[in-house]
């Protein structure tokens, strides 16, 4: 099993800062990987996949790198509907598993 | 525009099996996969399992192979998730998804609570 790493657990930032959120394979996944954003009492939403391609109703601001087993989340000025947990999963191989989430919060 | 609208809460005893639905709207249903996830209180995105919508084969998660059976009824648009002899651990919202990758459309999740 492919197992997903986060960090940070919580970011604490300020309306306008640049975000930089981790996700780390336990062994190569190619550009199988998927990010998704949740707001409390919410489903997930698809953010991001292919590991650098933004999902339809997201905008710019929000931008995924990296292959292999270092990828990255970036946000290059948040917003205040940003503040939010956000999920990495790699579709790689079966079992689909997740990171356990970083918390964007207000600082 | 594409739905899941899964089914309404639930409250099940241990021992017990709850089965919840994921009906599709706004797309061809067998086009695409199901996917089932759950959420327990507080916590992260677990995986369960894959249901081709075409063909009807699936792929469990290790975890709870053996406990969960996941079907699909075309001419409804809907997949089901059937979960047996359920644990307190069980208690969670499940969630149906869309595709066979990443998930792109997701139910609103259903809530199962398992207490005695």
């Known amino acids: 099993e492919t197992v997903m790493t986060q960090s940070p657990v919580t970011l604490a930032m300020s309306p306008g800062e640049r975000a930089s959120l981790s996700c780390r394979a336990s062994?190569?996944?190619?550009?199988?990987l998927a990010w998704y954003q949740q707001k409390p009492g919410q489903a997930p939403r698809l953010l991001i996949y292919g590991a650098s391609t933004r999902a339809t109703g997201f905008p710019a601001r929000f931008s995924g790198s990296g292959s292999g087993t270092e990828f990255t989340l970036t946000i290059s000025s948040l917003q205040s509907e940003d503040f939010a947990v956000y999920y990495c999963?790699?579709?790689?191989?079966?079992?689909?598993?997740f990171g356990p989430g970083t918390k964007v919060d207000l600082k | 525009q594409v739905q899941l609208v899964q089914s309404g809460a639930e409250v099940k005893k241990p021992g017990a099996s709850v089965k919840v639905s994921c009906k599709a709207f706004?797309?061809?249903?067998?086009?695409?996969?199901i996917n089932w996830l759950r959420q327990a209180p507080g916590q992260g995105l677990e995986w369960m399992g894959w249901?081709?919508?075409?063909?009807?084969?699936?792929n469990y998660a290790q975890k709870i192979k053996g406990r969960v059976i996941m079907t699909t009824d075309t001419s409804t648009s809907t997949a089901y998730m059937d979960l047996r002899s359920l644990r307190s651990d069980d208690t969670a919202v499940y969630y149906c998804?869309?595709?066979?990758?990443?998930?792109?459309?997701w139910g609103q999740g259903t809530l199962v609570t398992v207490s005695s």
């Open positions: 062994h190569s996944i190619s550009s199988n």
């Open positions: 999963q790699q579709y790689n191989d079966w079992p689909f598993t």
């Open positions: 249901i081709s919508t075409k063909h009807g084969n699936t």
């Open positions: 998804a869309r595709d066979d990758f990443y998930f792109d459309h």
């Open positions: 706004g797309y061809t249903f067998n086009t695409y996969g």
